[in-house]
């Protein structure tokens, strides 16, 4: 198999109500198949919620994904896709979003955040390599 260039296949899931994180290896296959990004966001989404989930609910998942071009010279590609099950009309909805946390993610070494749940508290996260550190926002 030919190898992959521009993923990590690594995709950090957080849970803000139990305040835990895990790492998802992303499959080859799903990574040719979605190619980052918008497609694999609503991919994973897709595999985690059923339709009947509340939008606002804690079980809705929203997932920011870079692609496989971010962070190369290729036009257009400093972007990253936020992916959720939109309240508005109670399917998936995506944005196309630039500036700088995409690049920072992606070098970090990640293909994309899932977050999930409620926080009893106001809280930021704090994304490394090694995972995510929750820290409070009370004073933010």
């Not at 990590?8 to 139990?18: G, I, Y």
């Not at 920011?64 to 290729?74: D, P």
């Amino acid at each position: 198999m030919k190898k992959l260039i521009g993923m990590s296949r690594k995709v950090l899931e957080v849970d803000l109500t139990t305040t835990s994180f895990s790492v998802y290896p992303v499959p080859d296959a799903d990574i040719k198949m979605y190619l980052g990004g918008k497609g694999l966001g609503l991919k994973l989404i897709y595999d985690r919620i059923t339709p009947s989930i509340d939008p606002l609910g804690k079980e809705n998942i929203i997932a920011f994904m870079t692609g496989a071009l971010l962070g190369t010279a290729a036009p257009c590609s400093s972007r990253f896709s936020a992916v959720t099950k939109t309240p508005l009309t109670g399917i998936m909805a995506s944005s196309s979003c630039g500036g700088p946390f995409g690049e920072n993610l992606k070098t970090a070494g990640w293909d994309g955040i899932l977050i999930k749940g409620k926080s009893k508290n106001p809280v930021y996260l704090v994304v490394s390599s090694d995972g995510v550190e929750f820290k409070d926002a009370k004073e933010l």
